[in-house]
């Protein structure tokens, strides 16, 4: 009995293990494409009118703190005014889905499987059958990394008015999440430590 606790104690601690290497090294990535980001916004000029969208959401924001307007009103009006900023800043959206396809999937194809974070701590992704390969370092991107929300976002932007748009972002925003979430659990309680997107992608994290 204390043989088989123990092993017990022994594997959930290498489950915990694997989860915070890879919650870690998603945390360094993250770190690095914000401050990427960032860089970009230094030499990106807005536009007099995002800025004066800008404005009209916080006088929006502030006019339903105040109570004179009502939810549903705010709701309608701030989605109209995301999505035409959306518009106005359509090409530092483009960029910033070249710099995700570059660092989680360019890079790791060239870089034994590995982003910045995977290399700190000592982790990689590999193929289930062979080489990695491209298109699977893309569909891992397409889940988990917002690849794929960026690029269906920037495909509606001008297909869609404000509000449908606003819909379909936050149902984009809580599917993200819900990935996640499973996620966490199946690299906790699966033997194999596979997230969704290692399964859909065949790949796996060592």
């Known amino acids: 009995?204390?043989?088989?606790?123990?092993?017990?104690?022994?594997?959930?601690?290498?489950?915990?293990?694997?989860?915070?290497?890879?919650?870690?090294?998603?945390i360094i990535d993250m770190i690095i494409v914000s401050l990427a980001f960032s860089f970009i916004t230094i030499f990106f000029n807005t536009s007099s009118n995002y800025k004066k969208l800008s404005q009209e959401l916080n006088d929006v924001t502030d006019s339903f703190?105040?109570?004179?307007?009502?939810?549903?009103?705010?709701?309608?009006?701030?989605a109209d005014i995301n999505h035409d900023m959306d518009k106005e800043i359509i090409m530092f959206n483009v960029l910033n889905?070249?710099?995700?396809?570059?660092?989680?999937?360019?890079?790791?194809?060239?870089?034994n499987?590995?982003?910045?974070?995977?290399?700190?701590?000592?982790?990689?992704?590999?193929?289930?059958?062979?080489?990695?390969?491209?298109?699977?370092?893309?569909?891992?991107?397409?889940?988990?990394?917002?690849?794929?929300?960026?690029i269906i976002l920037l495909s509606l932007v001008y297909i869609l008015t404000g509000f449908p748009y606003y819909?379909?972002?936050?149902?984009?925003?809580?599917l993200e999440t819900i990935l996640t979430i499973i996620s966490i659990i199946f690299i906790i309680k699966r033997p194999d430590h596979r997230a969704v997107h290692d399964l859909l992608s065949g790949t796996k994290v060592i």
Not at 116 to 135: H, P, Y
């Open 65 to 78: 703190v105040n109570e004179e307007i009502n939810l549903d009103t705010y709701i309608h009006k701030q």
């Open 1 to 26: 009995m204390k043989l088989r606790k123990y092993l017990m104690n022994m594997e959930r601690k290498m489950k915990m293990s694997k989860f915070k290497e890879r919650a870690f090294a998603y």
């Open 167 to 174: 819909i379909v972002n936050m149902l984009l925003n809580a």
């Open 97 to 111: 889905g070249f710099l995700l396809v570059g660092y989680f999937v360019i890079l790791p194809y060239y870089w």
């Open 113 to 150: 499987g590995q982003t910045v974070g995977k290399r700190v701590m000592g982790i990689n992704i590999i193929s289930n059958e062979g080489t990695l390969t491209f298109n699977q370092l893309i569909i891992r991107a397409l889940i988990i990394d917002g690849l794929g929300s960026l």
